[in-house]
């Protein structure tokens, strides 16, 4: 598995988390990182990306207040904080690698999954 998320859960109106996302392709530091969400019904989503050394983010409208992405080298894992959960956050979550220069916000230009880690927010 070269891709393995965790940290999903069930969780009330306001509450935070944090998604976990261990990186095992060899050379981390060149990959964008990114996750993405799918509610049932709906089509996968673009949530947050970082850049290969982590110095520029970019975030989906409806998260960028609340949510903040970071990645960690030396443990080859990328993160997911996410604050004040609303109901609509409600999804399965999937951290994606593709190998190239700039962020990219496209499910499709990504190469690598994980398996996905499911979030509930509750009232």
């Known amino acids: 598995v070269q891709l393995q998320a965790s940290g999903g859960g069930l969780v009330q109106v306001g509450d935070s988390l944090t998604l976990s996302c261990v990186v095992s392709l060899r050379t981390f530091g060149t990959y964008i990182l990114g996750w993405f969400r799918q509610a049932p019904g709906k089509e996968r989503e673009f949530v947050a990306a970082i850049s290969r050394i982590g110095s520029k983010t970019t975030y989906a409208p409806a998260v960028e207040d609340r949510f903040t992405i970071s990645r960690d080298s030396a443990v080859k894992t990328v993160y997911l904080q996410m604050n004040n959960l609303k109901l609509e956050d409600t999804a399965v979550y999937y951290c994606?690698?593709?190998?190239?220069?700039?962020?990219?916000?496209?499910?499709?230009?990504?190469?690598?999954w994980g398996q996905g880690t499911q979030v509930t927010v509750s009232s």
């Open positions: 994606a690698a593709v190998d190239r220069a700039y962020i990219t916000t496209r499910p499709g230009d990504y190469d690598y």
